[in-house]
């Protein structure tokens, strides 16, 4: 403490010194410190601020929901045909997303297995004929206009570029949701600023979704275009 006073004092005798006045040894040295000071206070705050803003409060925005039940797509991959026989095409060229119902019912009559996340499938859901609430971690604002025809069949992407290793997955990830906006925790990422990304599927914001594009040559999509708002936009 004593010191930081000291130096204001001294500071302030420098600052009322007769101009032209040879300065003391000591006087010469004293602004620098008062600088040092000054930065490492901005240092130390700048750095609270950053923790504040991406570690604390992303810690806070999110808040972790269940799934209805545990989900093992391993299990399930070894006895169907493919990630289509569940994530199909309609006739139509639109994507079925997650499986309904009746996509199970034939296999799920009656306990298979007997865990207890079946238990709760089979009793809760298939017997009282209700159709499991699923949460979408990629589920976009209903502003955003995303076709999986165009990804996946016709610029032949693989499910795994934009949705990580969930397919192979032996239990379905936490869900957390932001508490302000309601979407999932993986639209923005787990880290905001991004800068530690390192795979596609980390976070699929809208610089995330153009920048594919630009790299793909799609620059009437980058979102920087005033009129590219409507290509993914309704
Ligand atoms: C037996 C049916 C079945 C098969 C086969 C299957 N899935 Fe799934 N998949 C599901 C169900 C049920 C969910 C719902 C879980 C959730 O996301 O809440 C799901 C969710 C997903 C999701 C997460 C969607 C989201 O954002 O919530 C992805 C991605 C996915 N599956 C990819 C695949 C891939 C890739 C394969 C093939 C390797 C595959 N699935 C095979 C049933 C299946
Ligand atoms: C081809 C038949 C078949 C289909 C289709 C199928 N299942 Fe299963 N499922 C099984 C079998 C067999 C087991 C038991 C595996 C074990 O426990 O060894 C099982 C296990 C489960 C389990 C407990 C293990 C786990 O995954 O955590 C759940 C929950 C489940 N299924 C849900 C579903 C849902 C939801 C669907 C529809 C999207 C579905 N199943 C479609 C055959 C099927
Ligand atoms: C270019 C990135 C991209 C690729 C490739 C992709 N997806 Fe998606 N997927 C998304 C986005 C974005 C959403 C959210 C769409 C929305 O909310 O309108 C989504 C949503 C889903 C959903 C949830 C749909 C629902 O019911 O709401 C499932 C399931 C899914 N994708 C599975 C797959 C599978 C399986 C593949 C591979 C065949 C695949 N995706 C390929 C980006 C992609
Ligand atoms: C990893 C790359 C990649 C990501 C991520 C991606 N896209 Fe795309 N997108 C493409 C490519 C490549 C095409 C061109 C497909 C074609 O027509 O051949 C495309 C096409 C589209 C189209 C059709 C546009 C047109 O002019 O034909 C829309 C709409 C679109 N993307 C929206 C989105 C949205 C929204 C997101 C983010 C949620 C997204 N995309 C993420 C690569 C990507
Ligand atoms: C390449 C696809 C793409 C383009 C082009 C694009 N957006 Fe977006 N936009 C998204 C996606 C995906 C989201 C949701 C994820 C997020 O919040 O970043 C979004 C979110 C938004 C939101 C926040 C909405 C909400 O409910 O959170 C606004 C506002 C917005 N966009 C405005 C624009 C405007 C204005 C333009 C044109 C200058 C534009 N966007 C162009 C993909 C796009």
Redesign the pocket.
Known sequence: MSTIEENTKDSVDAAVKEPGAPEKESEKIEPGLAQGSIIVSFVIGLAIALIIGWIVFPALLYSEKEQP????????ND??DGCE??HYFRDDGTFAG????W??????EE?????A??E???YE?VWNDRE?PWRIYSKQPDCVFFSHAAHVVKAEMDCETCHGPIGES??LKPYEENVITGYSRDIWGKSISGLNKKHIWESMKMDDCADCHKEAGMESSVQTKKDACFVCHK
Do not use: A, I, N
């Not at 997650?98 to 119902?101: A, G, S």
């Not at 996509?103 to 799920?108: I, K, Q």
């Open positions: 039940f545990d989900f093992s797509h391993e299990v399930h006895l169907v026989s569940c997650v499986p309904k119902l996509l199970c019912r034939d296999c799920h306990v298979q297995g007997g865990t996340d079946e709760t499938f089979v859901y499991v032996d239990s």
